[in-house]
């Protein structure tokens, strides 16, 4: 009876812009399937997507989507791709003309399709029962149970609860959010016996309270893999931006056992983008969310394990082996290693900042708390496309966002189109040559002093939200000693080790490094750690893919 009840509460969605064969398709669909599954038709892409949200909402299943190709304003490839983020294991099914063959067999690798039909398709009981019987098979058989929801009890401008929020939201975890001062959220605190002063209060979808949780032990009560499931692989990588995620595809692709091990969430600084629109194949942008998880889905469809909240702390080299150490003092050992590690957002060197970090002041886009900006004024610190990103997407929603700039313009460090757009967005304001000299508030962000660089005259505004995206260090401090490193902290690679004509001091092979790899033999480095690197996400993502073949490479030749 609940496997029935679950049935009918199921949906197959089709979409099709022609009135009269849109009809037809969920006529068709009705009669052999109607006392089972719930038939929702759509006659445009968007209203689909709409459609696909309030279901999504609501709680509802979504066993199979059809759409067909040649739809007005949003294709039938389109819209699978955008459904793929609402519905990620939903069976998707492309309608096509026979003419349109070739771009149903391109949509394959784009929106992963698992079926394209050919219209007409007369008789249904030959061409589309068998394959649509076939794909709920398939559907039924797979984990497509909605997870159940984490609850996070916190307060608003506490950092401890605003980390975890993040760690949440960044590793793609559902949760509620209840506030301590508010009836659920108090019935919550009181049913886990607490008072409320030590928060966040995390229970997990199998009932279990957890009080201030560290990342590794909230990790490993949300469902997210933290334990390596060996003890040797092919190969190690470390970091999960999008310099360890391509690296972890090609790797995993290829053939090589594969473990990414990462330090809080699969993205890097990438994942915090609310919108990048330069990666190459997204015309209409992507958020860094968006990207990350099709990114890990795609890692683990090819069987790289995912490890989260582990912290490297050493890596060592003994004989063939690379052993990587964790802050646990546990070890996992591999013939090669990709370093990904990417880098951190620095901190605001001004006095009151430290303090208020997490309770006004936030490193990085902070996406859970941009709702909550809505109707206020928010400062954005920087002049790079980070920052750039961040002040388009909170001036959704704010009443004013003011981008404070240390240099003369923003044409220096920012990409020709967000300035663009930027100067079109009516509530941003930049202010060139300012910085901010200090933070003021008691428990929450209330004012900042800003100086102007140029006259040295100081000003206090009232501010309640800062984001500050003030440039990069590298996460390198643990590997001092092992691999070689600039000034900066950047990993030396490939022609940079043998600048002078002779491989670095203790190179064994009697060859010198390649391309992307370290002053340690099989230890490769890809993306924002690597000295020079270009710092895109494009160019992070090739390196990942050029770091597995020289692997590859290495590995023929141990």
Known sequence: MAQAAEAARTVIMTVDDDPGVSRAVARDLRRRYGESYRIVRAESGGSALDALRELKLRGDLVAVILADYRMPQMNGIEFLEQALDVYPGARRVLLTAYADTDAAIDAINVVDLDHYLLKPWDPPEEKLYPVLDDLLDAWRASDHRPVPRTKVVGHRWSARSSETREFLARNQVPYRWYSSDEPEGRRLLAAARQDGRRLPLVITPDGTPLVEPE???????????????????????????????????????????????????????????????????????????????????????????ILTAREVTGLEVNGAARTVRFSDGSAVAAHSVILATGVSYRQLPAPGADALTGCGVFYGSALTEAPACEGHDVYVVGGANSAGQAAMYLSRGAKSVTLLVRGASLSASMSYYLIQQIEEAPNITVRCGTVVEAAHGTNRLEQL????????????????????????????????????????????????????????????PDRPPYHLETSVPGVFVAGDARAESAKRVASAVGEGAMAVMLVHRYLEQS
Not at 268 to 278: D, L, M, T, V
Not at 452 to 463: F, I, K, P, T, Y
């Open 215 to 305: 990342a590794p032990e909230l990790a490993a009560h949300v469902g997210l893999e933290t334990t390596p499931a060996a003890d040797f692989y092919d190969l190690v990588v470390i970091g999960g931006g999008p310099a360890g995620l391509g690296a972890a595809v090609y790797g995993a692709s290829e053939g090589l056992r594969t473990v990414l091990v990462e330090r809080s969430a699969t993205g890097g600084q990438a994942g915090q983008s609310s919108r990048i629109e330069n990666y190459l194949g997204f015309p209409d942008g992507v958020s860094g969310a968006q990207l990350t998880d099709r990114a890990r889905r795609q890692a683990a469809k090819f069987g790289a394990e």
């Open 449 to 508: 002093t800003l100086r102007d660089v140029a006259s040295g005259e100081s000003e206090r505004v009232d501010a309640q939200w800062m984001f500050v995206f003030i440039g990069a260090a590298p996460l390198t401090d643990w590997l001092d000693g092992t691999v070689l490193r600039d000034e900066r902290g950047f990993i030396l690679a490939g022609p940079d080790l043998t600048a002078e004509g002779r491989p670095p001091a203790g190179w064994e």
